[in-house]
């Protein structure tokens, strides 16, 4: 089999996608140009495979309120709140917000999820108790319940005896 790249126009939307190329132009801009006779992935896979130029940078993506969130003291706040200060919701601003923060070094405060358990095993006196008196003072009654105990008693740092 041939095992060489094929350097020449193949197909005639190959052929559209490359007379459509311009270096001024982004990829999607090309993809429209052509008539969008492919998927825009072919049109990223024949820019890279015969070495056009094209551009990129086609808009900033900078989060837009970046420079509200510099002006708020962000160390005493959680990304939650951060969000409600610009009146956002949504996952995706979410974490628009948790990349900027992190992104540009600015403080705030991380918020660790805890299990249903957690907060009921920090209130015990787990030392002289094993895994097993922990499910049932936990109400756990199933075999695979009393399993997860283990990574959780690991993370909080609690001490529990032994079975024998």
Same mark, same amino acid.
């Given at each position: ?62 989060? $837009? ?6 002006? !708020? &003291? *962000?160390?005493? #706040? =959680? /990304? ?5 200060? %610009? ?28 299990? $249903? ?6 209130? !015990? &006196? *787990?030392?002289? #108790? =094993? /895994? ?5 003072? %936990? ?26």
């Amino acid at each position: 089999m041939n095992e060489q790249k094929r350097t020449g126009p193949q197909t005639g939307k190959d052929r559209a996608i490359l007379i459509a190329a311009l270096p001024d132009l982004t990829p999607h801009q090309i993809w429209e140009r052509a008539g969008k006779v492919c998927s825009l992935s072919h049109v990223y896979y024949l820019l890279r495979t015969r070495n056009l130029e094209c551009n990129k940078h086609n808009h900033d993506r900078r989060f $837009k309120e970046l420079a509200e969130i510099q002006a !708020m &003291d *962000t160390a005493s #706040m =959680t /990304v939650a709140q951060v969000m409600t200060r %610009l009146n956002l919701a949504g996952r995706g601003n979410y974490h628009r917000v948790l990349n900027t923060l992190t992104k540009n070094n600015l403080p705030f405060i991380k918020v660790v999820k805890h299990s $249903k358990y957690e907060s009921r095993l920090l209130e !015990m &006196d *787990t030392k002289n #108790m =094993t /895994v097993t008196e922990i499910a049932a003072e %936990l109400g756990m009654t199933k075999q695979w319940q009393k399993s997860k105990l283990y990574p959780i008693l690991k993370s909080i740092g609690l001490e529990y005896k032994k079975e024998k």
